[in-house]
């Protein structure tokens, strides 16, 4: 009678996401630089000078959503009140925002949407968050000195295990020169298993190869084929921890509340993103590949509090 679980599935479907669309695109092809891009505009040549980019909101984008959900909560079990969840999803979708507005989908461009298909950026395969709060039984001790001493204390603490977001590697060496996006070719799966990974080797970076450029053009002879958000980023490992007990102030109405809080309580490293972009042909000291932020260490915080 203390405990409920639940076990389910969610789902959903996006359709008519508003997109971010150019009227006056110039049409697909290759563009050495940027001027030419500019002028292969179609109301350029119409009126030169004048238009650049035009900007209009258009609704053909669409999302997908599907999820496990499981779900138990116990309530006053034996001191013990929690609950604990574990969500096992998949997101997919060409462009993650709020609203499709603010850009245009990172591979294929306007011409190709469809080859930005993919994880979302808000993709997490796996997420484990579980809230604890105990009250430790001292109230039940005869002895006055020792009931007030250890009575009254309650432990708290969240913990949260999730997978790490989805990213793109990138070629940073050779371009297509199209506007579309420029990825490498990719002869593995560049995920490594978790023991294998390192501060300066997140993932497989013998994975990715850039394509070949032409020796006159310096346009790569191909496109690459690594799709977005193939890649998985670090994940989250987190404890927040903390412990609290009220004391009687002059009636049983105030009483002096003290507070002890952790957050990542075991100041355990984690860390947040990665160098995902491959210039290693060109930088002798690339760090492709390489971990490049870390969420916050432990922090801990007191508080006394009178309540009334």
């Known amino acids: ?91 997919m979708d060409t462009f993650f925002g709020e609203s499709g507005e603010s850009g245009v989908q990172s591979i294929g461009g306007q011409w190709h949407p469809e080859w930005s298909y993919g994880p979302s950026d808000s993709n997490h395969t796996n997420r484990f968050v579980a809230a604890f709060m105990y009250q430790l039984p001292g109230n039940n001790i005869s002895n006055r000195l020792l009931r007030e001493a250890a009575g009254g204390w309650q432990l708290n603490a969240i913990t949260t295990f999730e997978s790490g977001s989805p990213t793109t590697v990138w070629n940073g060496y050779t371009s297509s020169f199209d506007y579309m996006g420029d990825v490498p070719d990719r002869v593995c799966n560049g995920n490594l298993p978790r023991g294998q990974r390192t501060f300066t080797r997140h993932f497989d970076t013998d994975c990715y190869v850039n394509p070949l450029p032409d020796p006159n053009t310096g346009i790569a002879l191909h496109r690459g084929d690594e799709r977005r958000n193939n890649l998985v980023g670090p994940g989250i490992s ?44 060109v930088n002798p000291a690339s760090q492709f590949g390489y971990v490049t932020a870390a969420r916050p260490g432990r922090h801990m915080q007191f508080a006394l509090k009178v309540l009334f």
């Open 1 to 91: 009678r203390n405990a409920i679980a639940s076990l389910g599935y969610v789902g959903s479907q996006g359709t008519k996401l508003t997109t971010q669309y150019d009227l006056n695109l110039p049409p697909q092809g290759v563009y050495l630089n940027s001027d030419d891009y500019y002028a292969a505009r179609p109301l350029t040549a119409i009126a030169p000078g004048r238009w650049d980019s035009i900007w209009a909101v258009h609704h053909n984008r669409s999302n997908n959503y599907h999820a496990l959900t499981a779900q138990l909560k116990t309530q006053g079990w034996h001191n013990l009140t929690s609950v604990i969840g574990y969500t096992w999803s998949k997101q």
């Open 238 to 281: 987190n404890w927040d921890t903390s412990v609290n007990k009220e004391f009687p102030l002059y009636s049983e109405r105030m009483h002096l509340q003290f507070r002890a809080e952790s957050f990542n309580t075991f100041n355990h490293t984690q860390w947040m993103s990665l160098n995902t972009t491959d210039d290693r042909e």
